[in-house]
């Protein structure tokens, strides 16, 4: 064999080596060079923020249905990370709350730096009865205090649920507000009282039914 068949060969060997088991492999947490190279960060801390943590790197590997020790050990993690409030106190004023939940600026690269970040939470539930533009990609959270209650398990859960949607579902599409330094304290609070203060429009009792229908029956 000369020496042009010989790269040949070898080229040849690489190529079908790499074709075959390319696609059986997880995926790679890394971003490609070109998305990396598409963001313009404005200042240094965004840029931190394109490097998988090892929640998204396990979510990224396992397609998001991580199993066995790993699912139990991105539950602890992200468990550990929950802090609630020194002062203990887990509602605050539910007006704030709908602002926070309707803004969805903030945090995207064409923002920036000081814009005030919002929850964007209608993008994906219905929450109070006035708002009929919201997505569906979540449940319907219309009538959350009145129907689940406002005791101390259920404010736990809740405050749990919106510092850290991960603490319960491993790889939830739900942004990990309080872990991730999106909402602070504050405004996780004041979101807690638009779902649970039974003063908040989500608790509202639904408007009676009114239809000549219903009244002949
Ligand atoms: C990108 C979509 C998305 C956004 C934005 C989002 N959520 Fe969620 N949320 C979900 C999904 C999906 C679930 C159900 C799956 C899960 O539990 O992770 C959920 C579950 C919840 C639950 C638990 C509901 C239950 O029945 O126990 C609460 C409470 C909640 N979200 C509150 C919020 C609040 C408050 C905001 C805004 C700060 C918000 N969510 C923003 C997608 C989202």
Same mark, same amino acid.
């Given at each position: 064999m000369n020496k042009i068949? /010989?790269?040949?060969?070898?080229? @040849?060997?690489? /190529? =079908? %080596?790499?074709? $075959?088991?390319?696609? +059986?492999?997880?995926?790679?947490?890394?971003? !490609? =060079?070109? +998305? @990396?190279?598409?963001?313009?960060?404005?200042?240094?801390?965004?840029? %931190?923020? /394109? $490097? !998988?943590?090892?929640?998204?790197?396990?979510?990224?590997?396992?397609?998001? @249905? !991580? *199993?066995?020790? *790993?699912?139990?050990?991105?539950? #602890?993690?992200?468990?550990?990370? $929950?802090?609630?409030?020194?002062? &203990? #106190? @887990?509602? &605050?004023?539910?007006?704030?709350?709908? =602002?926070?939940?309707?803004? &969805?600026?903030? /945090?995207?690269?064409?923002?920036?730096?000081?814009?005030?970040? &919002?929850?964007?939470?209608? =993008?994906?539930h219905q929450i109070a009865p006035n708002e009929i533009g919201y997505g569906t990609i979540g449940p319907s959270l219309l009538g959350y205090g009145r129907l689940r209650g406002q005791g101390e398990f259920i404010q736990r859960y809740t405050w749990t649920k919106i510092y850290n949607a991960q603490a319960y579902v491993p790889c939830s599409i739900m942004p990990r507000f309080g872990t991730q330094g999106i909402l602070g304290e504050q405004d996780i609070a004041d979101l807690m009282a638009l779902l649970l203060d039974p003063d908040s429009p989500v608790n509202a009792e639904p408007a009676a039914e009114t239809s000549n229908d219903s009244a002949d029956r």
């Open positions: 068949d /010989l790269s040949q060969c070898l080229a @040849l060997m690489v /190529l =079908a %080596a790499c074709a $075959v088991p390319a696609l +059986a492999e997880a995926p790679s947490t890394a971003l !490609p =060079a070109a +998305a @990396l190279e598409s963001f313009r960060p404005q200042d240094p801390a965004w840029a %931190a923020r /394109l $490097v !998988p943590d090892d929640t998204q790197a396990t979510c990224i590997r396992s397609r998001n @249905l !991580p *199993e066995g020790e *790993e699912a139990a050990a991105l539950l #602890k993690r992200e468990t550990d990370s $929950v802090r609630f409030p020194a002062d &203990g #106190k @887990l509602l &605050g004023d539910w007006r704030r709350g709908e =602002a926070i939940a309707q803004n &969805g600026r903030g /945090l995207q690269h064409s923002d920036a730096p000081d814009t005030v970040v &919002g929850g964007n939470c209608y =993008a994906c």
